[in-house]
């Protein structure tokens, strides 16, 4: 497709179980990030993938997130132990490589996850 | 510590004046600054960006301004309309960070 595609784009979870968002971003977008809104908030920053450089975790939450993008294409977003507060709509968005175009980032419709 | 403000949480205009939101921010020194537009249950759509040694940028009936003395940028949408209905979000990146950070947002609503 076009666009930044996710998936699921719902999931409800038990707490305490582990779960897997994918992001598929921009085909030729090297830079791949994860956003986290919760319900009428802003954007808060999980991490970012540039090529194969190391990427950036600084957002990450606690160590129950992880993240990995394979061949430099698509994303996992892991959440283990899931709890309530971790309900919230993710996020993914790709762009060019930094410095190209302003580093405008294309969103996916995002993976609304809740934590029951 | 670095904060991105948008001056209210909510706006009502009535169709065909003019919205002006307005973008806050403390202890960045942005080389961008862009806003976009969310609608309910969606990702956030780009609009417009203006670099740090741009004043003002146009696009259609947007016009966003940068003013890198008062560290603000506003966004107008003039002869609004309905449709402009939406939360409007800037972000910006400043100097080496590599991911863009995001204010919380202007809820617009455009009254017929």
């Known amino acids: 497709g076009a666009g930044v595609s996710q998936s699921p784009s719902n999931k409800v979870t038990e707490k305490g179980k582990d779960v897997e968002l994918r992001c598929d971003p921009i085909?030729?977008?090297?830079?791949l990030y994860w956003y986290r809104q919760s319900l009428g908030q802003g954007l808060e920053f999980l991490i970012y993938?540039?090529?194969?450089?190391?990427?950036?975790k600084s957002g990450l939450p606690s160590d129950r997130f992880s993240a990995e993008r394979t061949g430099g294409s698509v994303s996992t977003l892991t959440i283990q132990r899931t709890q309530q507060e971790d309900s919230a709509v993710y996020l993914c968005?790709?762009?060019?490589?930094?410095?190209?175009?302003?580093?405008?980032?294309?969103f996916g419709e995002g993976s609304w996850l809740t934590v029951v | 510590s670095q904060k991105i403000e948008q001056n209210s949480e909510a706006l009502n205009i009535q169709e065909g004046k003019t919205a002006t939101l307005t973008c806050n921010y403390t202890?960045?020194?942005?080389?961008?600054l862009q806003w976009y537009r969310q609608d309910p249950g969606r990702g956030p759509v780009f609009l417009l960006l203006?670099?740090?040694?741009?004043k003002e940028k146009r696009k259609e009936r947007l016009k966003v301004t940068f003013d890198t003395t008062l560290k603000q940028s506003l966004f107008h949408i003039t002869a609004s309309q309905p449709a402009d209905s939406a939360t409007y979000l800037c972000?910006?990146?400043?100097?080496?960070?590599?991911?863009?950070?995001f204010g919380s947002g202007t809820q617009l609503t455009v009254l017929p």
């Open positions: 202890n960045y020194s942005p080389a961008y």
């Open positions: 993938f540039q090529g194969n450089s190391a990427p950036d």
């Open positions: 085909s030729g977008h090297t830079a």
């Open positions: 972000a910006l990146r400043s100097g080496s960070a590599r991911q863009l950070t």
């Open positions: 968005a790709s762009s060019l490589r930094q410095g190209e175009g302003g580093n405008t980032i294309y």
């Open positions: 203006i670099r740090e040694n741009e």
